[in-house]
């Protein structure tokens, strides 16, 4: 096994070889699942899901804007590494970016699949609405998929070139106004009270920041690319991250509660003592922050522990986005609604289908070849070095 | 007792009130809706005619009746509230969609173009009346040995045929769906399905802009008034309570 950051003579930590089998063995029995998601999502059309008329975004949008936001902040880590020219870390950007365009993939492919009209994707470049966040979002994901393709292409030899490190900055205020749109796309819909907030965006920020420092770390596990100065460097990034985002989640759910305004207030206790109370405090709180958060605390500086603690961090992020997702579709609108005519999709209750499961399975899957396909592709175990360095 | 029964058959003044209306350029007109709460009584005869006149299947509704309970007993009523789109005059659904797929007519009708919406529902999440409805391609026979003939008849929304492909992803399947004030029906001088269907007559439809329409005469009541008026969407379907 090969450590591929900048050498540190007696520093590295390898990672024993079945951690990658064990990616490869996951990667294909989500790759198998969702074949058969695929299939069925295209024999079935979306009669075969759960979400319908009153809950019309269900776990793969929850999905997407997870991967999104994760990769966006994979990226943005990749960014400020290179625009500090902080040489050390050179190979943990550029799997960085790897890793980012895993999830960009994995992502897109969840909110192609649950489009309508899937083949009719193109409209959104050909006949854009510019006054939808959705139709900018649009452009957004093409540059953003441009950038990472050159960005890997341009130093799949290990070199960064000199341009790259000038320019970095550039990308990460991209990589932020990105993942701010993202969150803006929810923050500006007036018709759901528990996305309709300026921190809306500034929580998506801080989410895309932490689930992206998260599923690096994950992967510099996978691929023993992380020592011990590493390892410390992300565990305080994820710790101050996580303390961000329990600042900015307790700002947004106290005020909801004690401001009382019925639509908002409703929502957030769907939250917390809804029928899927646990995904709040078991897999968000408990296994998306208060594990992770204790063993970066007392692991610090250890590659194995912060590893899991990212990995844990980036799988509970789409506990975290199914929150923001679901609590605020599954309100009555209007009182009576829920009854007022019966039929599929016009309820306000939702659990994913088989489906879904499998076509997110699926998604998750495509992106973990992509990042294992590419890992050799790129040639990411070489030592990555400045091309000003020569 | 005099002012109760109507002096005149107000079907008949809302079918001049339309062929009055459909004289004037497009742009002049602005369709409005007003519901006398007090008159409905329930019989959700609305409801059941859009769908039939629009073909709609399983999870698709354009015009539910809510049903609401309003005191705390011994004081107790019910109320009866039609719920069709409220075409508003500033629609938050339309801004959001990312293709120009919806978009407000010249008449203020607030349209869909089927062939253009790409199925990614934003509309439906940022409409605050859940006026809207995803047509997944559900038909009433699922399951059942037979497709039935009545499944497989198109409908004339918007004035275009648009034939039922059950099984495939043909348009309107995919498509997020509303109601358009059966503009079909409307572009014929006939009135919408639901106003036409009324047992109690509780739905007055016509012309906002025509001051001698009977929809404005209602629309100006004290009474009057629209759903979530705070959100600013300033609606065109009010509601006498």
Redesign the interface.
């Known amino acids: 096994m090969t450590t591929f950051a900048t050498p540190m003579p007696g520093n590295e930590v390898k990672s024993p070889n079945w951690v990658q089998w064990v990616a490869w063995a996951l990667t294909v029995i989500c790759l198998a699942a969702g074949a058969y998601g695929f299939y069925l999502r295209f024999t079935e059309g979306h009669a075969a899901a759960s979400y319908g008329s009153y809950v019309p975004w269900g776990l793969w949008i929850a999905a997407y804007v997870a991967l999104i936001g994760a990769s966006a902040g994979a990226f943005g880590f990749a960014a400020v590494i290179f625009t500090l020219r902080k040489t050390e870390y050179y190979g943990l950007a550029r799997l960085a970016m790897l890793v980012a365009f895993g999830a960009f993939a994995a992502g897109m492919t969840n909110v192609w699949l649950d489009l309508g009209h899937p083949f009719r994707f193109w409209k959104l470049l050909t006949q854009t609405s510019w006054t939808s966040i959705m139709g900018w979002m649009s452009w957004f994901y093409v540059i953003y998929g441009l950038i990472l393709v050159v960005g890997l292409f341009l130093t799949r030899n290990g070199v960064i070139p000199k341009f790259m490190e000038r320019f970095s900055w550039i990308a990460f205020l991209f990589a932020i106004a990105f993942a701010g749109a993202e969150g803006a796309l929810f923050g500006v819909v007036g018709a759901r009270a528990l996305w309709e907030s300026g921190l809306t965006p500034i929580l998506f920020l801080v989410e895309a920041a932490l689930f992206g420092v998260g599923l690096v770390a994950a992967g510099a596990l996978i691929f023993g690319a992380m020592n011990q100065q590493a390892a410390r460097m992300m565990g305080v990034a994820m710790l101050i991250l996580l303390g961000l985002l329990l600042l900015l989640e307790w700002a947004e759910y106290t005020t909801a509660l004690y401001a009382s305004v019925p639509a908002k207030t409703s929502a957030v206790m769907t939250i917390l003592t809804g029928p899927y109370w646990w995904v709040f405090w078991g897999l968000h709180l408990g296994l998306g922050v208060v594990l992770p958060g204790l063993l970066l605390l007392f692991g610090r500086g250890n590659a194995l522990l912060t590893g899991i603690a990212g990995a844990l961090i980036a799988a509970m992020g789409l506990a975290t986005k199914l929150n923001l997702v679901l609590p605020a579709l599954a309100q009555e609108e209007l009182d009576g609604l829920a009854h007022a005519f019966t039929g599929p999709g016009l309820t306000f209750s939702y659990f994913p289908s088989t489906m879904e499961w499998l076509v997110w399975l699926g998604t998750l899957g495509l992106g973990g070849l992509i990042v294992l396909v590419g890992h050799r592709l790129f040639s990411l175990a070489t030592p990555t070095r400045s091309s000003a360095s020569k | 007792m005099a002012d109760i029964v109507p002096k005149e058959n107000l079907l008949v003044r809302m079918q001049e009130d339309i062929r009055r209306a459909l004289e004037k350029p497009e742009g002049e007109r602005r369709w409005g809706m007003v519901i006398d709460t007090r008159k409905c009584v329930g019989c959700h005869a609305c ?1 059941l005619s859009c769908v039939a006149e629009n073909k709609l299947p ?4 354009y015009r ?5 309970e309003i005191g705390t007993y011994p004081n107790v009523t019910r109320r009866f ?1 039609p ?1 069709p789109c409220m075409q508003c005059e500033n629609p ?1 659904c ?7 797929a919806t978009y407000t007519r010249p008449d203020g009708i607030v349209a869909i173009d089927y062939e ?7 509309c ?7 006026a ?7 038909t009433y026979t ?1 399951g059942t040995p037979e497709q039935e003939v009545y499944e497989l008849l198109p409908n004339y929304e918007y004035g275009v045929e648009h034939a039922r492909v059950p ?1 495939s ?1 043909e ?1 309107p ?4 769906r509303k109601c358009h004030f059966c503009l079909h029906r409307l572009e014929q001088g006939a009135l919408p399905m639901c106003v036409t269907t009324c047992i109690g007559v509780a739905n007055y439809f016509g012309d906002l802009n025509d001051p001698d329409s009977l929809v404005a005469e209602m629309a100006a009541q004290p009474n009057a008034v629209v ?1 979530k008026e705070e ?1 600013g969407a300033k609606p065109k379907v009010f509601y006498l309570v």
């Open positions: 409801t399983p999870g698709v509704v539910p009746v809510l049903d609401q509230m719920r938050p339309v801004p959001v969609c990312p293709v120009n253009q919406c790409i199925g990614c529902r934003y439906i999440t940022a409409c605050p009346y859940s809207r409805t995803f047509d997944v391609g559900y699922e099984g992803e348009s399947i995919g498509n997020a759903l959100l």
